[in-house]
């Protein structure tokens, strides 16, 4: 079957050079007569292998020298656990900008753990579909915390709040990599790999050295301890070789497309097509306010969506939406379903997609429009 336009909001599409290369090692890699998948993450034949995946994340993300790179296990999830264990030690007060499904559940799981929490702002009032300005902030607090692309509402933060002393974090799961950033603002970044970065089973965090403690809130299991594995270069424990493996090479196809500049340069082009295909169309529209919105994921809904809950208009609704992504799968454009919470569509164009995908896209948008009238 020919390769499909995979619009899913994670796992993702990965570029096809990288699946093509990770094939063709699948039997012998570098030369060791073993799949990636076989070797001891000890042995000669790895070292190499994660040695380059850090150093190409230090490289195109300009990682500052006092910053650790670590390839952490649990998902984006387990650094919601992570983040307060370690962080929150000083005052135990912590500060959260609620955004969306996961920062509120970023910050519940530091109010589970005992942190006493302050919602600095939250766009909840508009089913999160703007990002609230904070531009400022002050406090006590032992960190702030910010998802800086929320993947289910399409949102991004297009400042960075000032937080002056107080060590800002960020969830970049979403957004990692799809254009520069200025590492040096944040105290602690993190990014589940399955959307811009590799398949899922790592996630990549990036922490300032002097948040690094070996004094985490009592009780903090040694394997949620950043200490623990910054120490052992991530190797602590067995990390997921193969998903630090196709990472690396993920990076190197990056650096091949211009970086972080190639990247938002190449995303952009991709959202702004779709989002003035959306905001000139009167069958769709994006449900994301402008000045806030995601190059990454873009959900949409189709007049049909009129907010209506009679039973007529929810099952012409449902009707409207099953026959698109039904429609779009047959033409080979699959993953496009909503998120229950927002409904309609979305379409999600991390770096991996191409041009042709959104244009292609398009094409199918615009003739389900003209046919659903
Ligand atoms: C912004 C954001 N944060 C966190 C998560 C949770 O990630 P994980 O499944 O790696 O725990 C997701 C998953 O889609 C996400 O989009």
């Known amino acids: 079957m020919a390769r499909v336009f995979n619009f899913s909001a994670g796992p993702s599409a990965l570029p096809e050079e990288v699946l093509k290369e990770c094939a063709a090692e699948m039997l012998d890699c570098n030369g060791t007569g073993q799949s990636v998948m076989e070797m001891s993450h000890r042995s000669k034949a790895f070292e190499p292998i994660i040695q ?64 006493e929490v302050t919602t600095l702002a939250s766009s909840e009032d508009k089913n999160f579909t703007y990002i609230p300005r904070v531009e400022k902030v002050t406090g006590d607090y032992d960190y702030v915390h910010i998802t800086f692309n929320n993947t289910i509402m399409g949102t991004h933060y297009e400042y960075i709040p000032d937080t002056g002393n107080i060590p800002l974090v960020a969830d970049i799961s979403s957004c990692i990599l799809s254009e520069p950033l200025d590492v040096s603002k944040f105290g602690l970044l993190y990014a589940g790999a399955q959307k811009n970065l590799a398949p899922a089973g790592v996630t990549l965090v990036i922490i300032r050295e002097d948040l690094i403690t070996d004094t985490p809130r009592p009780g903090t299991p040694t394997m949620l301890t950043y200490k623990t594995h910054a120490d052992e270069g991530s190797m602590f424990n067995t990390p997921p070789c193969y998903t630090i493996y196709v990472l690396g090479k993920v990076m190197h196809w990056i650096e091949k497309n211009g970086g972080a500049e190639g990247m938002k340069k190449r995303n952009y082009e991709k959202a702004n097509l779709l989002y003035d295909y959306l905001d000139k169309s009167d069958f769709y529209h994006a449900t994301a306010e402008k000045g806030s919105r995601s190059i990454m994921n873009v959900p949409f809904l189709t007049k049909y ?18 026959a698109f992504v039904k429609g779009a799968t047959a033409a080979g ?22 041009l042709d995908g959104v244009k292609a896209l398009i094409k199918y948008m615009d003739k389900f429009a003209a046919e659903n009238k």
């Open 333 to 354: 454009l699959v993953n496009l379903k909503g998120h229950r919470l927002v409904g309609g569509m979305r379409a999600s164009i991390y770096n991996a997609m191409t």
């Open 305 to 322: 969506s009129t907010g209506a809950k009679d039973d007529a208009s929810v099952a012409k609704e449902k009707e409207i939406n099953d």
């Open 52 to 115: 380059d995946a850090e150093a190409m994340v230090r490289k195109l993300m300009n990682v500052p020298a006092n910053y650790k790179i670590l390839f952490l296990q649990g998902g984006a999830s387990t650094q919601f656990a992570m983040i307060p264990l370690n962080l929150g030690i000083k005052t135990g007060k912590a500060a959260y900008i609620k955004t969306g499904v996961w920062a509120k559940k970023a910050e519940a799981e530091a109010k589970k753990l005992g942190l």
